[in-house]
Each structure stands twice: as structure tokens, then as C-alpha cells.
């Protein structure tokens, strides 16, 4: 039997209850958002890092795919000039081969006996030129004429074994080449599974994030001209070091290239890097080298073409090409290399680089101190 004491309690108890109740929904809910939240940003970082690495695998397949062009390029140039000296080599042959004809015939006429001896026992003018005593008989004009054949005779062999050999290599160029755009689209594909798998959720958290760093390549893009401008001003300036160790760019504290001499200054490296810079904002495509889409090493080699100097359209062979500069020396237009040549860019001072970064971005300027694997710089022009 309850006593007077409980049956007053059990209000109290009761809005206690309910207070407990209140507050418990109250926060709960807030408490699930941020959980949620934080499990949807973990997800996009995933997502991103995953992206990046598919973004990576693109741009390798893509230079991988431009060396091979290169290589057919070089091939089809190679076969070109050959096949042009073949038929110069040819024509003088004919050339030649009737002028000792025509010898061969006087010789006959005028009753040579040497000659037509010769001549009798010979299957072909080629068995006859062979004939080490033939050509000891013959006069020093006639020599001359039997000579020129015989040298013509076997040019025409080495270049027709050349050409097929050339021709074997074009081959195995054009496979490579296959191949490596058959990667290239692989890892496209991919890419695009990818984002198609993500929830909306995913995707928003990471288009906000790419807003937020195109409003901040907007800014540096707004200020490369400037910084172009004051760092050509400088250039060649033996007082002051326009590098990335004294504005901004790569630490070079443990850069090999510390102990490397600056080489002279370019005389186009400031044209080069102002005309990369006229095209902020075109898209990155694998295989590009013309306004309208680029990638990396399409961009640098158009560039340089606008201002008279010819690059392949491969990182490695371009970077090949320049003169080692310390990356505490470098001046506008030098070329920066990333993780083995597999990346490249421009530098236009202040510590910026211009460059086509990889699949779903564009032409933009970035921070070289943002990047931890630049391993090298050459300068051109």
C-alpha cells in the first residue's frame, strides 16, 4: 500500500523524466549530424586520394602514350629520308650502270679483246663489276665509272635493308602506341566509375572543395602576370636569386642541384612563360598541344613554339633537352620536372610554376613549395 510521501514524489519523478527525455532529443540529433558529417568528409578524403591516384595513373599512361608517338614520329622521319636517298642512290646507280654500258658497247665495237673476254665470261653487269682483274684492264675513266657502281650498287642494298628494319620499328611503335592509349582510356574509365559511384552527399562535399581551389588558382592567376614581369626584370640580376628557396618555391637545402652552375639566362624563357600563361584556363587533355586542350608536355612544347624554339612533345625528351639550372636559380621559363619527368612545368618566378596538371583541371598557376617530388629543373632557348 503506497503511503502519502510516494504518491507526492511520483510528479517530481515524472518531470524528471520528462526533462531527461527533452534534453536526450535535443541533442541526439545534433550529435547523429556530426557524425554524419564527419563520416561523409572521411569519405570524401578517401574519394579524393583515390581520384588523385587515378588522376596519376592517367597522366603516366599519357606521356608514356607521347613517347610512343615520339617514336613513330622519329620513325616516319627516318623512313622518310631514307627512302628519299634510296631513290637518289638508285637514279645515280642507273646512271652510272648505263654509262659503263655504253663503255662496255664502244669496248666491243672497237674489238677490246680484254673486255670482250671479260664480257663472255660474265652472267650480269653486276658479276662483271665484281671481277677484281676487270677493273685492273679498264682505263682511269672506265675505273672511275666501275667503282661508282659497285658503291652505289651496295648503298642501295644497306638502304633497302634499313628501310625494312625502319619499317619493322614503325610497327612496333604504332603496337606501343595502342597500347598505351588503350591504358590511358582504362584509366579514364575508371575514373568515371568512380565519381559515378559516389552519393551525392560525396560529390557536393567534394565540388565545394574544388570551388574553394579555383577561387584560389583565380588569385594566383590574377597575380602571375605581375610576378612574371618582376621575375624577367630580375633574371640575369647576379645580386639577387629569384628561386624557390628565397620566394617561396622548393627547399633546396638537400637538392644534388645546390652544386650545379647557373647557366646563362634565356633569351625566350620570359616570352615562353608568358605565352603559357595566355592560356590559364584551357582543360587538361591527355595528348593535347594545341589551345583548346593541353597536357603537360603538350603545353610546354607549344609554348616554345610560339617563340621559335622546337620541343617534343614528350617531358622527358624536353627535359632532356635543357641545361641543368639549380632550383634556387631558376628564372622564367625554366622547365621543372616532377617525379621523374612524369610531370612537367614552367616557372614564371615568385616561386609559381604554370602548368597542365592532370585530367578534370585546367591550365593554372601553382606553388611550387606545394609540391614535395619537383627533382630537377632545366633551362632552354
Known sequence: MLNARSIRLR??????????????AGFAPGAAHADRL??????????QADLQVLNDKVAVAAEAYNAAQQQLDETNAKIDENQKVLATTKSNLSVSRQELSTMLVDAYRQ?????IAFLLNANSIDNLIDQTRFIQRVTGHAEGVVRDVRRYTSDVKQREQALEDERGARESALQERAAQEASVREALAERTRLLNSLSSEIQG???????????????????ADGILADASADAGNADLSIGGSVDGGADSSNDSS????????????????SVAL???????????????????????????????ISLPHYAAAQYSMGTPVPMDALEPGDLISFHGSGHIGMYIGGGQYVHAP????????????????????VRVG
Open 111 to 115: 674489238g677490246n679483246p680484254d673486255l
Open 358 to 377: 592532370q585530367t578534370g583541371d585546367v591550365v593554372k598557376v601553382s606553388t611550387l613549395a606545394d609540391r614535395s617530388d619537383a627533382d630537377g629543373a
Open 278 to 308: 595566355g592560356q590559364l584556363g584551357t582543360p587538361y587533355v591527355w595528348g593535347g598541344a594545341a589551345p583548346g586542350g593541353f597536357d603537360c608536355s603538350g603545353l610546354i612544347a607549344w609554348a616554345y613554339a610560339q617563340v621559335g
Open 258 to 273: 645546390a652544386s650545379i652552375p647557373a647557366p646563362p639566362s634565356s633569351s625566350t624563357g620570359g616570352s615562353a612563360a
Open 205 to 223: 562535399i567534394i565540388a565545394r572543395r574544388e570551388a574553394a581551389q579555383r577561387a584560389a588558382d583565380a588569385a594566383r592567376a590574377a597575380q
Open 38 to 47: 564527419a563520416t561523409a568528409r572521411a569519405e570524401a578524403d578517401q574519394a
Open 11 to 24: 510528479p517530481v519523478v515524472s518531470l524528471l523524466a520528462l526533462i531527461v527525455v527533452a534534453l536526450i
